[in-house]
C-alpha cells in the first residue's frame, strides 16, 4: 500500500497530486501527521506543501475543466467530510489521464459524488445568507455567529460584503473556532476569545445599548406574525434547519 503523508490544506492536496506525477507513484490512501499508517505500508511519502507545485496542478485544471467543475472541487473540499480527498485526488487523476470529456459523466461514481457534495456545500451556504443575525456591539461593529455543517464561511464574504459594505462587521464559526471581520474595505481572519461569547451570543457588555431592545422587539414581532393554528414544525424544520436555531435571535429565549 502506497501512503502520502500531507498538510491537510487545498495546496498541500494540489501538491500531493503533483508529487504522484513527477514520482509517478499513485497513492492508496491520504493521511495527515499524526494518523497511523496502515499495515503492510510499502510506499511512505511526505508532501512538501508548495504554492508553485499547487498552482502549476490548478493550471492545469484550468485548461481541462469548466469555471463550474473546477468550483465544484473546491466546493467538496470545503465539506470536510471524511476521504474528500481521496475522492477529489481520484477526479483529479480522471481529468488528466482520460481524452475524452467526463466532468457532465454522473455515470462515473467520482464524478457523481463531487457534484453532489458540493451541491450540499453551496447549499448549506445559501442558507446561512438568510440565517446570519447580526447582534451590534458597543463600538459599532457588527457580530454573527454561525455554526455550519460544512466549512462555507468564506462563500458567504462577497455576498456580505455588497449587502454591508459600508459597515464594519465579523462573522465567526463558532464551531471550528475562526472568523472575518470586514472593516469597511478589505476582510481579514479574526478570531473572538470563547469568553466573549456563550454559543455565539456575545455578552451584554459586550452589546450596544439598545441591541438587547431591538432583539426584544424583533422577536416579539417573528411571534406577532406566527398564526397558531398554522403552525406546521416539518416544514420549518425543512426550511429552517434546527442546527441554526441557537444563533438565530427569534429562537432565544
Known amino acids: 500500500m502506497r501512503i502520502f503523508y500531507y498538510d491537510k490544506t487545498f495546496d498541500g492536496l494540489l501538491s500531493a497530486v503533483f508529487d ?20 503492510h505500508t510499502g510506499v511512505l511519502h511526505y508532501v512538501e506543501s508548495s504554492a508553485e507545485k499547487s498552482l502549476r496542478v490548478h493550471n492545469g485544471l484550468r485548461a481541462k475543466l469548466s469555471r463550474r467543475a473546477l468550483g465544484a472541487l473546491k466546493l467538496a473540499w470545503l465539506s470536510e467530510e471524511a476521504g474528500s480527498d481521496e475522492l477529489i485526488f481520484r477526479y483529479i487523476r480522471k481529468i488528466f489521464d482520460l481524452q475524452r470529456f467526463i466532468e457532465t459523466d454522473l455515470a462515473d461514481p467520482d ?36 455554526g455550519p455543517k460544512y466549512n462555507c464561511l468564506t462563500l458567504l464574504l462577497a455576498h456580505f460584503m455588497d449587502r454591508f459594505h459600508d459597515q464594519q462587521w465579523i462573522i465567526c464559526d463558532v464551531k471550528r473556532g ?10 481579514h481572519e479574526a478570531f473572538l476569545p470563547e469568553e466573549g461569547h456563550t454559543g455565539g451570543k456575545l455578552r451584554d457588555d459586550l452589546l450596544a445599548e439598545d441591541e438587547k431592545l431591538l432583539q426584544a422587539m424583533w422577536r416579539g414581532y417573528c411571534s406577532a406574525l406566527s398564526i397558531k393554528e398554522r403552525v406546521n414544525p416539518k416544514l420549518q424544520r425543512r426550511c429552517m434547519p434546527r442546527r441554526f436555531w441557537p444563533y438565530l435571535t427569534e429562537k432565544q429565549d
Open 111 to 146: 464524478i457523481f459524488a463531487v457534484r453532489q457534495t458540493a451541491n450540499k456545500v453551496a447549499s448549506e451556504a445559501h442558507l446561512l445568507r438568510g440565517m446570519a443575525r447580526f447582534q451590534k456591539t458597543a463600538q459599532g461593529v457588527y457580530f454573527a455567529a454561525i
Open 178 to 187: 475562526y472568523g472575518v471581520f470586514f472593516d469597511g474595505r478589505d476582510c
Open 20 to 39: 504522484a506525477y513527477a514520482c509517478k507513484i499513485f497513492p492508496d490512501r491520504l493521511l495527515t501527521e499524526g494518523e497511523t499508517a496502515p499495515l
